[in-house]
């Protein structure tokens, strides 16, 4: 079931900062841990629902 519109509550800020927050940079054996993980996720999830390229 779909909410009404009016139920919805959507966040839309008036205005964007001018600058970019700052972002920790990530070890690089990091990345590849996380590629790794979702790369498997992503393979089980397609396994799953049968779907093959």
């Known amino acids: 079931m779909i909410p009404s519109k009016d139920l919805t509550d959507v966040y839309d800020p ?9 972002v920790n940079p990530i070890n690089e054996l990091q990345l590849k841990r996380w590629l790794r ?9 397609l396994r799953h629902h049968n779907y093959y390229f």
Do not use: G, N, V, Y
């Not at 008036?14 to 700052?22: A, C």
């Not at 993980?37 to 999830?45: A, D, I, P």
């Open 14 to 22: 008036s205005m964007f900062p001018d600058e970019l927050e700052q």
């Open 37 to 45: 993980r979702l790369k498997k996720l992503m393979c089980h999830s």
